[in-house]
């Protein structure tokens, strides 16, 4: 692979024309994890004389190695400068693309009625896609995509049957690890903790290295937290910030991490680990803006934490923050108030 890195960089580097160049190579880095060289290469794979179907695709991948990088504003307007450029439907690629630019947007715009929209459409194009081209060797990938999409929209049991579809087909360990672990969120969804429980540990037996222990453990660690098992949650939440590093996309992303941090603040709450949970909340909360969905949360559960240990102020500067975003809730003001209060009885005793 490195030889045919360099050989694919020097061509590049001495003014080659050919896209295809520009695209092997941009895998290679997309499968090295170095998504900024990614968008740096497509900039200049940018500048040549391209056709829409060829601008498309590029823009496609831009917009990949751009929600890589929780870019989501640069990802959602590379998608749909793409869907603009790919609307043929006779060749089974450039369809495979297009309905991967809906895939995309559907979950970047999940909370937003334009994501059920480009849910609707992403299955239209996935459906066309396999009855009108059953040989399509990507048609497993397309199942993958497909539970996915019927999960966003609810329909639990048809993403299941998509998933199942999808395992059977898998050519190989990789592929069955991330069919797999688009298959437990769903068991999870539908309250059947068990079976997503059972999907996470098929996905650790069949795992080689260390590249997919971070992800197994975040899944793992999701349905026991939901579950109501504090202990084993905290222990898989903590295999997968060990193992965090050896995965490229959770590691260019600080969302997961965000998410794994949280998870662990208020796991440790619960557990009424006070000085873990402040550690791991304040983590957290260097990544959370006031505009973040977790803002509200992380603050609360400061503030509690500091509550419980009798260090007043400080609980109250985390509510007071937690009081300052616009996505706080009728519940979460109630709940900020009633211990304000409790603060001031505090001190006036």
């Not at 590049?12 to 499968?31: A, M, P, T, V």
């Not at 550690?279 to 949360?297: F, P, Q, R, T």
């Not at 419980?308 to 519940?331: C, H, I, M, P, Q």
Request: proline share 1%; hydrophobic share 35%.
């Amino acid at each position: 692979m490195m030889e045919n890195e360099s050989a694919l960089e020097s061509r590049i580097k001495n003014g080659s024309k050919n896209i295809e160049d520009y695209r092997l190579l941009g895998k290679i880095y997309f499968d090295k994890g170095q998504y900024d060289r990614v968008l740096e290469l497509y900039e200049t794979a940018s500048t040549l004389p391209l056709s829409n179907e060829e601008r498309g695709i590029i823009l496609h991948d831009k917009g990949q190695a751009s929600d890589l990088l929780g870019k989501k504003e640069d990802a959602i307007s590379c998608f749909e400068k793409s869907l603009n450029l790919l609307v043929s439907e006779e060749d089974a690629g450039l369809l495979h693309f297009s309905g991967m630019n809906h895939y995309s947007l559907s979950r970047l715009l999940y909370h937003e009625k334009k994501g059920a929209e480009h849910a609707g459409r992403a299955l239209e194009k996935f459906e066309t896609l396999v009855q009108k081209y059953p040989d399509y060797e990507e048609k497993k990938m397309i199942y993958g995509h497909m539970s996915e999409l019927y999960g966003r929209l609810g329909e639990l049991d048809k993403a299941v049957t998509y998933f199942r579809k999808a395992i059977e087909s898998a050519a190989n360990d990789e592929e069955r690890i991330g069919f797999l672990l688009g298959i437990g969120p769903i068991y999870r969804d539908r309250g059947d903790y068990e079976k997503s429980e059972e999907a996470c540990k098929q996905a650790l037996v069949l795992a080689k290295g260390k590249r997919h222990l971070a992800i197994i453990n975040f899944e793992l660690g999701k349905t026991c937290f939901v579950s109501n098992r504090v202990h084993d949650a905290i222990e898989a939440f903590k295999k997968a910030l060990e193992f965090l590093e050896f995965d490229p996309v959770m590691r260019s992303n600080k969302e997961y991490a965000i998410e794994i941090f949280y998870g662990l603040g208020l796991l440790y709450y619960q557990n009424e680990e006070y000085d873990q949970a402040i550690g791991h909340l304040d983590k957290a909360s260097e990544n959370v803006s006031s505009h973040h969905e977790y803002y509200c949360s992380t603050h609360m559960t400061l503030g509690h934490c500091y509550l419980a240990k009798g260090e007043f102020d400080r609980a109250r500067s985390y509510y007071v923050r937690a009081l300052s975003t616009a996505l706080v809730t009728e519940e979460d003001i109630k709940m900020a108030n009633e211990c304000l209060e409790i603060i001031d009885q505090e001190h006036e005793a």
